[in-house]
């Protein structure tokens, strides 16, 4: 959508990123089939043309680790998305799968927020943040209608400061991969 593209401009000029998930893998990491499921419990395609753009457009995105020198993405997950399911038992396993392999690539870090943590101050709602070589950085703020992004300083201060608290909740990088192992074999096995 229009309100989304300075997002995925940002996205394609970030030296870094940045990015808390509470509901969902983050769409930099999705799979097809785990994005097609989202796209169609949102309703956000009218047609299987339609859908088919959706789910091309998103995994263009992706394109960006494929660059000579890519961004770094650093993204931190609640444990519920692992365990919740979008899509099948099968797209769940070859999701978190993908999530493994991608997170022992050097410039991608995957960290999970186990669920006994209980509260903590990122439950307020996702967001991503991009941070470039000569310019300020930029949030994306995520809402049930429509995302926001901003280059205000002092926003983008405060939602870096919280990234820092969520990951601080979250599990070492070693730990987090265990945990994706884990819940894949126990819970998305078929």
Known sequence: PSWFTQWVEAERRASTLRT???????????????????????????SDDQLDQLVSALIERQSIFQRPDPPSLWAVLDEGVLRRCIGSPKVMHDQLMYLLAVSDRSKIRVQVVPTGV?????????????????????????????????????????????????????????????????????????
């Open 118 to 190: 209980g509260a903590h101050v990122g439950l307020l709602g996702a967001f991503s943040m991009a941070t470039f070589e000569n310019a300020p950085g930029i949030v994306y703020l995520e809402s049930p209608d429509q995302g926001q992004t901003t280059e205000r300083p002092a926003t983008v201060a405060k939602i870096s400061e919280i990234f820092d608290m969520v990951r601080a909740e979250a599990l070492p990088r070693g730990a987090s991969r265990d945990l994706i192992r884990k819940v894949t074999e126990e819970q998305w096995t078929t």
């Open 20 to 46: 808390w998930q509470p509901l969902l893998v983050p769409g930099l990491l999705q799979t097809p089939d785990y994005a097609r499921a989202l796209f169609l419990a949102w309703q956000g395609a009218d």
